[in-house]
């Protein structure tokens, strides 16, 4: 009956459809940056600045592990990084900035339902049937992308790009656009990443993607993995793998996906 009602309809009215979870989004969205934005105190001392501190979690964990295995690369973070704000409105628009990216981080499970909502009317019952939980693994994948960028990726790249020298005459002195940006960008990027086996399930049943073609790349895709690692790791090779083994993890369960799906295929055909 859903079916038939979803064929029915006009280009139109899946338009106005289509608007109505937009906004609903839209809204949801605006509601926790607004949230986010009377709770600043908290949001930027306890959560967006405190990467560059030597107190942050991961900081303390690796320099304890630097002193107990004798290896000074490992300790990142040590001094805090001084950050300057050369905008009259700077750190107004900052404050706005994040606000909204938080907002569509916290948002998120909300606005891939919305989506869910939207296209699960033109889905057939079997493809309904064997996309189940999509709402609930998208977005636990996308808060462990989150999670692994902040507590990972930010701290490494704060320390590399922080203590980066080209030469001792010229000094750091890191602007708040540019900090906010980098931590923005980095914990949004790995949980985009961390949807990959999604994709991959999507892709796999639309027959754009097959394990053979992910087995055959499967060697580029680690050397591309190990390049962005290495940009951003201190030279040592305990973080080159504390960064790379997620990664590779992931893409390694994608192959699974597709072999799983390309397999229900073929039983599919079978009984047909």
């Keep these: 009956m859903e079916e038939e009602k979803s064929q029915g309809q006009s280009f139109l009215e899946h338009l106005e459809q289509l608007r109505w979870h937009l906004m609903r989004s839209i809204i949801a969205i605006v509601v926790v940056a607004v949230v986010v934005f009377l709770l600043h105190d908290l949001v930027f001392n306890t959560v967006i600045l405190a990467p560059k501190n030597p107190e942050f979690f991961t900081n303390r964990v690796l320099c304890n592990m630097a002193e107990q295995l004798n290896t000074a690369n490992l300790c990142i973070n040590s001094k805090p990084l001084e950050i300057i704000n050369i905008r009259m409105a700077g750190q107004f628009s900052m404050h706005i900035m994040i606000s909204l990216v938080l907002g569509?981080?916290?948002?998120?499970?909300?606005?891939?339902?919305?989506?869910?909502?939207?296209?699960?009317?033109?889905?057939?019952?079997?493809?309904?049937?064997?996309?189940?939980?999509?709402?609930?693994?998208?977005?636990?994948?996308?808060?462990?992308?989150?999670?692994?960028?902040?507590?990972?990726?930010?701290?490494?790249?704060?320390?590399?790009?922080?203590?980066?020298?080209?030469?001792?005459?010229?000094?750091?002195?890191?602007?708040?656009?540019?900090y906010i940006g980098t931590i923005a960008s980095v914990v949004l990027a790995a949980g985009i990443i961390f949807e990959l086996p999604i994709l991959i399930y999507f892709l796999s049943k639309a027959g754009l993607v097959y394990p053979e073609f992910l087995k055959k790349y499967r060697r580029h895709s680690i050397i591309i993995i190990f390049i962005m690692a290495a940009v951003i790791t201190p030279p040592d090779i305990f973080s080159l793998v504390m960064v790379t083994f997620p990664l590779v993890l992931l893409y390694e369960v994608g192959i699974m996906i597709s072999r799983r799906i390309e397999k229900q295929k073929e039983q599919e055909e079978l009984a047909g």
């Design 104 to 178: 569509l981080i916290l948002a998120f499970p909300y606005v891939f339902w919305e989506f869910w909502s939207f296209i699960r009317p033109a889905l057939y019952e079997k493809e309904i049937r064997h996309s189940r939980g999509a709402v609930f693994f998208s977005s636990l994948l996308f808060l462990m992308g989150i999670l692994f960028g902040y507590f990972v990726i930010v701290p490494l790249s704060v320390h590399f790009l922080g203590s980066y020298h080209v030469s001792e005459q010229v000094v750091n002195q890191i602007n708040l656009k540019s």
